[in-house]
């Protein structure tokens, strides 16, 4: 059996909900689990978002002293790794795969997964697979080391021993030192991971430009249109799409953090960003994303357990 899963507050509900909307018909059939971040509003009505919506707080009896601790962004990511060990344990299943609430899936995910799955069962994409330009435009390969070599928004395992070692390897870093530090090598749950292929056996790192397609990795791919489908470098189909920093209203691509391009660079890419912009219009993004978080409070400071 196999699970897909995202984690968000009540403000990111659209982007959640087209992201299960994507997947449904990607995938017919797939179990879709959000795990919210947050209290239950009584005005939502959370069985349309996905197949179940389960508060953190059911499954997790420290939240609200990690909530203490992290600001919004490092609470939702250091929770993951429990998250995977609530679903193989508790739910039984023997496939978990994690996407950030703002992917579309736009094709199923399943026959490249089950092939890399024979002789792995920790799988991972890189945010990039070729070297970039020198040309003082962001992102430069740089920043990949002081963030994370490989992108957890998508990281997928199958149970088994060594997962179940690598799981308690993760919580105990993101638990403990899942904050947005980079001076001091530290970056949520994503950072630690640039040691999994060393440490642990059964890792695989994806080799498919049509995974994690993303405005950090546009300088080595170029979507075309084959009738109903995207390809990516007219070689392979656009199996997910990864639209980081993106918000409705203005189509454009996120240039505050990556300014090598903007849309009027690459026309490939206006409709995908239309399109997904009035796909979160009409999931109500704009009552969504006003919605306060329950534990996003101010943090006295921020303090290392040991």
């Known amino acids: 059996m196999k699970a897909y899963f995202t984690i968000c507050s009540n403000n990111y509900l ?13 995938e017919p059939g797939a179990s879709f689990y959000l795990f919210l971040c947050d209290e239950k509003a009584p005005n939502i009505d959370y069985t ?8 953190l707080a059911a499954i997790e009896p420290r939240l609200h002293e990690l909530a203490g601790k992290y600001n919004i962004i490092e609470l939702n990511t250091c929770v993951k ?8 344990t508790e739910k039984n299943f023997d496939q978990v795969i994690y996407l950030d609430p703002d992917i579309y899936v736009y094709n199923n995910l399943s026959p490249s997964l089950q092939v890399a799955f024979e002789n792995a069962s920790i799988l991972l994409t890189p945010h990039i697979y070729t070297a970039i330009p020198l040309d003082g435009k962001q992102p430069q390969e740089s920043v990949f080391l002081n963030f994370g070599i490989y992108n957890l928004g998508f990281i997928a395992v199958k ?20 904050f947005i530090d980079v001076y001091n090598g530290i970056f949520v749950d994503q950072l630690p991971i640039n040691l999994v292929p060393i440490l642990f056996k059964g890792v ?13 990795n546009l300088h080595e791919r170029i979507l075309s249109q084959q009738g109903k489908q995207y390809l990516v470098n007219e070689q392979t189909t656009l199996k997910f799409y990864h639209f980081s920093s993106f918000k409705p209203g203005r189509i454009e691509l996120p240039t505050a953090r990556y300014n ?3 849309l009027s660079d690459r026309p490939d890419l206006l409709a995908l960003y239309q399109a997904y912009g009035e796909a979160l219009t009409q999931a109500g993004y704009g009552q969504y994303h006003l919605l306060p978080c329950s534990y996003d409070k101010p943090k006295k400071k921020k303090w290392f357990s040991k």
């Open 14 to 26: 659209a982007y959640a909900s087209v992201l299960g909307s994507s997947l449904r018909i990607a």
């Open 48 to 55: 349309t978002i996905a197949d179940q919506v389960i508060p």
């Open 204 to 216: 695989h790192i994806l080799q498919d430009h049509g995974l994690n397609m993303a405005p950090w």
């Open 159 to 178: 149970k088994n021993e060594e997962v179940n070692r690598f799981l308690a390897w993760w919580k105990e870093r993101t638990y403990q030192q899942g």
């Open 260 to 262: 090598r391009y903007n």
């Open 81 to 88: 790794p429990h998250v995977f060990q609530y679903l193989l």
